[in-house]
Nanobody, 115 residues
Framework: QVQLVESGGGLVQAGGSLRLLCEASGSISRLGVMGWYRQAPGKQRELVAS???????DYADSVIDRFTISRDISKNTVYLQMNNLKPEDTAVYYC?????????WGKGTLVTVSS
């Protein structure tokens, strides 16, 4: 089993920044893609950004040029730098990691952006 713990969420005004962190622990042998998803009230969970072990990244169109995903392989950690936040970014943000075809999820961290 792999455990994921997110941190860094909170309340911020529109235009502000936050940095999310997700640390993986447990039975780690070779982590695959690590990513961030979010779920706003009444909406489906959606991919925000993902990063492979080789450094390839992918972003939702709505966050391009505002969010940056990065990972520290040595620390089994993935980060999400969020700049120029907008009220529509308000959601619970979940960390996700894949290992040997199994998906693991964190419990989520709440990001609230006030207008």
């Amino acid at each position: 089993q792999v455990q994921l713990v997110e941190s860094g969420g909170g309340l911020v005004q529109a235009g502000g920044s936050l940095r999310l962190l997700c640390e993986a622990s447990g039975s780690i042998s070779r982590l695959g893609v690590m990513g961030w998803y979010r779920q706003a009230p009444g909406k489906q969970r959606e991919l925000v950004a993902s990063a492979t072990g080789s450094g390839a990244t992918d972003y939702a169109d709505s966050v391009i040029d505002r969010f940056t995903i990065s990972r520290d392989i040595s620390k089994n950690t993935v980060y999400l730098q969020m700049n120029n936040l907008k009220p529509e970014d308000t959601a619970v943000y979940y960390c996700n990691v894949q290992q040997w075809g199994v998906n693991y999820w964190g419990k989520g961290t709440l990001v609230t952006v006030s207008s």
